[in-house]
């Protein structure tokens, strides 16, 4: 079973996610990650972002996880919403994007308009590049990783399981959206032994700790 609808959250829509977040949940189990506080960072990229709400569970994210926040590394940048977001609780943000875009998420160059939208930053890295090659240059070892890349099982297993062997936490955008990224994140919890928690709301964040 295969979804990729993102919309708003009209009535009909409200019913589909529902039938997905119920259908993913038994295929691919994990336990609902639930945030004691929804906080707002101080700045949000403006315009729309299928990100937006996650923004609030950060704070929680990292507490209760009990995460440090020295360094955080996201694959999959686009405009810079989320790596505005990481760049407010982490001493160093390393974003690695193509800029170029993908079939999901629409072919549109959005470097420039990252930069502006992350100008303010001092602690955030910008890298051009694909997930591919920087995963054969980069040996560092992060606190946290972000993996919202172009949603096939195959990039995202590739991407996550570089991630699980270098970031203490490994968080993956699209688990309701998305079933291919939801099987990704369960089958790397099965190899890699990690605890499998899903925030089902805003398409869904798989955590994997």
């Not at 609902?32 to 709400?53: D, I, M, N």
């Not at 996201?74 to 943000?93: I, L, M, N, P, R």
């Not at 990039?155 to 955008?173: N, P, Q, S």
Request: aromatic residues 16%; hydrophobic residues 35%; proline residues 4%.
């Amino acid at each position: 079973m295969k979804w990729s609808i993102k919309r708003p959250f009209s009535p009909l829509y409200r019913a589909i996610y529902e039938v997905k977040r119920y259908y993913y949940a038994s295929k691919y189990p994990a336990e609902e990650f639930k945030p004691k506080e929804l906080v707002s960072p101080g700045y949000l990229v403006p315009g729309p972002s299928a990100w937006k709400g996650l923004d609030k569970i950060i704070p929680a994210l990292i507490s209760q996880l009990g995460l440090e926040t020295h360094s955080c590394i996201e694959f999959g940048v686009e405009k810079g919403y989320s790596t505005a977001v990481f760049a407010q609780y982490f001493d160093q943000v390393t974003g690695v994007d193509t800029f170029q875009g993908d079939r999901h998420a629409g072919f549109i160059d959005t470097y420039g308009i990252a930069g502006s939208n992350l100008n303010q930053f001092k602690n955030i890295t910008l890298i051009k590049d694909n997930y591919q090659h920087y995963t054969t240059v980069d040996h560092a070892e992060y606190n946290l990783c972000h993996v919202d890349i172009i949603h096939t099982y195959e990039d995202t297993y590739a991407c996550g399981e570089w991630a699980v062997r270098h970031a203490k936490c490994v968080i993956f955008h699209d688990t309701i959206s998305f079933s291919n990224v939801r099987k990704a994140v369960y089958d790397l919890s099965v190899k890699y032994n990690k605890k499998f928690l899903n925030y089902s709301h805003h398409h869904g964040l798989g955590i994997l700790i």
